[in-house]
């Protein structure tokens, strides 16, 4: 049996991304997000490779379960592992997993911060906190940080494991968006507040890709750690009008491969598909072998794609098992069953056009990706 389709990961890419991303900022950690299946990739096998190979050794998931998923397999490896958005620390036995696997939930409320303080097995357990200083969406309230300083006082404690903050914007200007600027003084007086007070931060950051790519939040600037997510797995993720303002040039990790399974000429006029749309023009069809099962969207219908140095548009709606895939007819000869059909991957920028015209993102292209996709990774 060959591959119907199959997302191909090369790691080496991976690795690429990372050398550019630590000469750009040498002294800085790097906390990598590996949320959401590792954006699409596989997380185990990302983050096995960054651990052994990179020498990464701090993992962002966004659940609990996922950071257990971590654990669980790679339980020959030692690294931290934090969960930044939904860590359900109410229930008795999520603290029993924090715990006993070492897993740090990042606290974005008081009555979090409250029940760890008072709870004694967490006595030594490292507190990281989220402040929200612009984004609303979760995080502690900046005007609660005497308070939260207090908390900690009281409660003996001198130091947080870590401090973080997350922009908002951080696919725009760094310098000129004025939540951008907003986001990173506030970040900077909660910092001084806590240290001011005697709080040691042994940890700090506030950077993701769009803020790293210009060159933000680095050890200079005072922050210990950045947060790359996407960044790690190639695309940009500035907008296109401000790609300019960027210092990363990344490699895209993975290539979506799919397969011709058949081919055929039609006249203009021709309907085509469920709901017969018609063809404008002349051409040869191919029909390639990924649909909405894939997770390769009915949303997509329209968007160009490339074979061969010829340009087709996906024509009629995108099945749950197959695309058709309209040519010019002078493309007949060269566009034949069960050739390999690169979708995106094969050329620099694909993926961030195809992004572009189908008005996804590349954090949901990759996303989206079902798992009848095998990941099959490769070292080149
Ligand atoms: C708290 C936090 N930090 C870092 C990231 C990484 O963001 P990006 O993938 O844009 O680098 C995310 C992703 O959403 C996040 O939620």
Redesign the pocket.
């Known amino acids: 049996m060959k591959f119907r389709s199959r997302l191909v990961v090369n790691l080496h890419n991976l690795h690429h991304n990372y050398s550019v991303i630590k000469k750009m900022a040498p002294e800085t950690e790097v ?1 990598f ?1 590996v ?1 959401a299946d590792g ?1 699409g990739h596989g997380m185990i096998p990302i983050a096995r490779y960054a651990m052994t190979e990179l020498g990464i050794k701090e993992f ?1 998931c ?1 659940t609990i379960s996922e950071a257990l998923k971590l654990r669980e397999e790679l339980n020959d490896l030692e690294f931290d592992i934090y969960v ?2 939904d860590i359900q620390l109410e229930l008795f036995e999520n603290a029993d997993i924090y715990l006993k696997r070492r897993i740090i939930p ?1 606290i974005s409320n008081v009555s979090e911060l409250e029940y760890i303080l008072h709870t004694p097995e967490f006595k030594n357990f490292p507190i990281c906190m ?1 402040f929200n200083t612009g984004m609303n969406r979760l995080g502690l309230d900046p005007n609660d940080a005497p308070r939260i300083v207090s908390m900690l006082k009281n409660h003996g404690r001198t130091s947080v494991h870590h401090l ?1 903050s ?1 922009y908002a914007n ?2 725009y200007p760094m310098d000129t968006n004025e939540r951008n600027v907003f986001q990173r003084t506030r970040f900077l007086e909660i910092k001084k507040l806590f240290t001011d007070s005697g709080i040691i931060l042994e940890r700090t ?1 506030q ?4 803020a ?1 790519e210009q060159n933000i939040g680095f050890k200079e600037h005072g922050d210990t750690h950045i ?7 190639g695309p940009t ?1 500035l907008l296109s009008e401000y790609t300019n303002r960027g210092y990363f040039k990344g490699k895209v990790v993975s290539s979506l491969e799919t397969y011709i399974i058949r081919t055929f000429e039609v006249k203009a006029g021709t309907p085509i598909g469920y709901g017969s749309t018609i063809c404008p023009h002349d051409g040869v069809v191919a029909v390639l072998a990924i649909g909405y099962g894939d997770g390769f969207s009915t949303r997509y219908g329209g968007a160009h794609l490339y074979h061969k140095g010829f340009e087709g548009v996906i024509t009629g709606r995108v099945n749950m098992d197959m695309i058709q895939v309209l040519f010019p007819i002078e493309a007949r000869d060269h566009i034949l069953a069960h050739e390999i059909f690169t979708i995106w991957g094969k050329q620099d920028g694909d993926l961030l056009k195809f992004s572009e015209e189908t008005k996804t993102i590349p ?1 949901e292209l990759f996303c989206s990706l079902l798992p009848r996709v095998p990941r099959v990774y490769r070292l080149d």
């Open positions: 906390l997000m949320k954006y962002g966004a930044f958005s990042v989220k973080i997350h951080a696919s950051s950077s993701n890709s769009g790293i947060r790359p997510g996407l960044m790690m797995y993720s954090y």
